[in-house]
């Protein structure tokens, strides 16, 4: 099949995924491999007071019980102070006494089976002294930490707002939610002349090896770092999370590999989280729909351990063309593991907030929603005043509505029903997500059997990238897709950015573009040569298409012939690709496994991809239970490489976006400050028979200044603006805003 650029080819590990063949982390097994549990914290705060290790020690095929009085010695505190960099987490587990939150790894079991890892791990007997621990943003006494840097004033929000004669001003929560992704964490590591092997689900290969060389003292090129499938990923397989550190301390005391598969419910501590948010906004707008001020408050769960932001003011600020704006972002801490990446972490919670309360000044000002938003619509960037690099979310919103049916849509509250009194609801809600880049290296290879070999150590967290990384190279070569093979997700590769921030198809697909390019002027070269099949033709006038160097006269030689005339006969050729904008020595510290990028504010463009979402919902008269109906997503992203796997992205976020709305909340247990509904029967998120119709439409775009090959973000839009759109549509229904997530039952009882 041709796997130009635009086709939508199925995806090339398809067949691997559904037929068991591919290897997930845990999969990869070495002959003695040792088996290990954890112990966590029962308790949320305090001091582990005595620890007594005989009973687990005394289970048969026990090799090794690790507690914090062991693993001092291996590893030194001050390495684990990454913030905001290769760590998930700047505490370390297991280097001191102290216990800061419920389900705090305290004890690492490591046995001949998994089974008498587990029982060792839990007749390992620890004691404490126990304070009271705080779990939630809402328990009295916390207090906030204004985080400095990312508050934003253009003009005067204060005075525009108080002149305004059209006001809103209200309040959004969010709570804490978390990562269930198919495959649960898991880690295998082995030890081999002082060199770390180490298999785990990631989104940053080199990232991990990076840290682990680091921590354990060792040159970055003593580390591989393997994980060619990953099991869904979608921001806490991002960074390296803590028991692959301790995993890896382990095999090195044994001598021997040790695995560690991460049960459900101790996914819910020893990995990342969605932090619970509060969201204050307020817009000040002409009658006329002009918005002339907005503020935005913006309060996010942290940890003690750890004080960290998602601060999506960044984003809110840049949507509407108003002239005053106030912005502030500040955190609360709590006593949990560190808050981290989870799909659009700074634009998910913010936007169900924000876009709420666009649909409350629709309301005030009577006016129809989306013609509030295309009225306020900004040429510029309204921060910086910088042009967009291409923005075409009018367009989004023409098509999405078209697609939609919007103007069957009465705007009356309640005032559309099903013959039989079911109450239906018609929402919208803008979508938005920042383009970032990160430099990136590939390899491509083109062998005498006329297989073209593309290699890059980006990953495929499920979104397609062996497939859109393999179009990009194919494009430029005229090769069909048949002949081509991806190799992602091995940290011996060619560098390739963490896939997070939805940067790799445009940053890793960049570099690729690049080499594919440097391979195409070496077969062009060797054409063209004495001894090729066009000998002493101008390499201008010939073209690349399927499989073949084809001239202007229309004389045809297959890439295969030409490689004959190599001296060789096979030819390959690497890349290394950076932002325009980014300087030398940050590409360099990026390609070694640092973190840098470019954007999406860039000297000279704002970059981001727009979307327009939309929801039907259908509320019962009587029970008041919710479900949505249908979904549409109108998206401009720049080039789309791929339509298949792009439109998997986008409906899959916006299917994430339904059960953020209806569904997703982690539970806290007050008294004991621990999440409390840690399996997937008591975290609710969305399945099938919770779904209706979704739509995800691509809206053309073409954007010059993003990248090489004109890529922006797709993976986390979909999400962005689905939560306010089923909320403005339960508004639409009922008559009543709900400003809180998840919208329940008792929300609608009145
Ligand atoms: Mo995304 S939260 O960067 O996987």
């Known amino acids: 099949m041709d796997g130009s650029i635009g086709t939508p080819i199925p995806r090339r590990d398809a067949m691997a995924k559904a037929t068991g063949a591919a290897q997930y982390a845990a999969d990869f097994g070495h002959t003695g ?5 954890l112990k966590l914290s029962s308790v949320a705060r305090g001091r582990i007071t005595r620890v007594d290790t005989a009973a687990a020690e005394a289970v048969p095929g026990v090799q090794l019980v690790l507690t914090h009085r062991d693993m001092n010695q291996d590893l030194g505190a001050e390495t684990f102070i990454m913030k905001g960099g290769h760590m998930q987490s700047s505490f370390m ?77 209200q ?7 978390h990562h269930n992704p198919m495959e649960l964490y898991a880690t295998t590591a082995s030890w081999n002349d002082g060199k770390l092997t180490v298999h785990s689900p990631s989104q940053w290969v080199m990232g991990q090896r990076a840290a682990l060389a680091t921590i354990f003292g060792i040159a970055a090129e003593e580390v591989h770092v393997v994980s060619p499938y990953i099991g869904g990923a979608f921001g806490c397989k991002a960074t390296l999370l803590p028991h692959t550190v301790l995993v890896a301390a382990a095999a090195r005391r044994l001598g021997r590999p040790v695995k560690l598969v991460v049960p459900r419910d101790a996914m819910f501590t020893v990995g990342s989280f969605r932090p619970a948010t509060r969201n204050r906004i307020a817009f000040g707008a002409e009658r006329d729909g002009t918005m002339v001020a907005m503020v935005h408050e913006a309060v996010g769960q942290t940890a003690e351990v750890d004080h960290i932001a998602f601060p999506g003011t960044n984003v809110t600020s840049r949507m509407y063309d108003i002239a005053n704006i106030k912005t502030s972002e500040s955190t609360i801490a709590t006593d949990v593991n560190t808050p981290g990446f989870q799909r659009a972490p700074a634009e998910a919670s913010s936007f169900f907030a924000f876009e709420s309360a666009v649909d409350e000044l629709a309301v005030a000002l009577g006016m129809d929603p989306i013609e509030l938003r295309i009225k306020n619509e900004p040429k510029v960037d309204p921060v910086k005043g910088l042009p967009w690099s291409s923005r075409s979310l009018v367009q989004c919103y023409r098509r999405g509505a078209e697609l939609f049916g919007w103007d069957k849509r009465t705007p009356g509250v309640g005032s559309m029903q099903t013959d039989d009194g079911v109450l239906i609801g018609y929402g919208c809600a803008t979508a938005t997500y920042p383009s970032a880049m990160v430099p990136a290296a590939a390899h491509v290879a083109l062998s005498a059997d006329g297989l073209l070999r593309v290699r890059t150590s980006a990953h495929d967290v499920g979104t397609g990238a062996y497939t859109v990384l393999g179009q990009v190279a194919a494009d430029v070569l005229g090769i069909a897709d048949e002949h081509v093979r991806v190799e992602l997700g091995d940290s011996d590769l060619p560098s390739g950015p963490m896939s997070g921030g939805s940067v790799t198809t445009g940053s890793a697909g960049s570099a690729v573009h690049m080499a594919a ?17 066009f000998a002493g033709r101008d390499p201008a006038t010939l073209q690349f298409a399927s499989g073949h ?45 640092g973190f840098a990028l470019e954007g999406p504010v860039t000297k000279t463009h704002a970059i981001y991809s727009f979307g327009a979402q939309f929801a039907e919902v259908r509320v019962d008269p009587l029970l008041r239970t919710i479900r949505v109906s249908r979904m549409v997503g109108a998206f401009a992203c720049g080039r789309i490489i791929n339509p298949r796997t792009a439109r998997s992205n986008l409906a899959g976020g916006m299917v994430w976006g339904a059960s953020f709305a209806l569904l997703e909340q982690s539970q806290v247990d007050h008294p004991r400050a621990r999440f409390a509904n840690q399996d997937l029967a008591g975290y609710h998120i969305s399945s099938c028979a919770d779904i209706g119709e979704v739509t995800a439409e691509i809206v053309d775009e073409t954007d010059t200044v993003v990248n090489a090959i004109g890529a922006k973000a797709v993976g986390e839009i979909g999400i962005v603006g689905m939560p306010a759109a089923i909320a403005n549509a339960v508004y639409h229904a009922t008559g009543i805003r709900v400003r809180k997530t998840p919208i329940l039952i008792e929300d609608l009882l009145g």
Not at 171 to 177: C, I
């Open 517 to 533: 390019m440097a391979l195409r002027e070496k077969l062009l070269l060797v054409a063209t040569a004495a001894k090729g099949p």
């Open 549 to 593: 160097v084809v001239g202007a006269d229309g004389t045809a030689h297959s890439l295969a012939d030409i490689l004959k005339a190599s001296p060789a006969g096979s030819l390959d050729a690497s890349a290394e690709w950076k932002p325009d904008l980014m300087d030398a020595e940050k590409m360099q510290a990026s390609l070694l496994g």
């Open 33 to 37: 491999t040792a088996y290990a549990a």
């Open 93 to 169: 587990p297991l280097t001191s006494d102290e216990v800061h939150y419920s389900g705090q790894i305290v004890g690492l079991v490591v046995a001949d089976t998994t089974e008498a890892a587990e029982q060792a791990a839990r007749v390992l007997n620890l004691e404490y002294a126990a304070q009271h621990g705080f779990a939630s943003i809402d328990d009295p006494g916390r207090t906030k930490n204004t985080v400095e840097k990312p508050e934003i004033t253009v003009g005067d929000a204060d005075a525009a707002m108080a002149k305004a004669p059209v006001r809103v001003d």
């Open 171 to 177: 309040e959004y929560s969010t709570p804490a939610q």
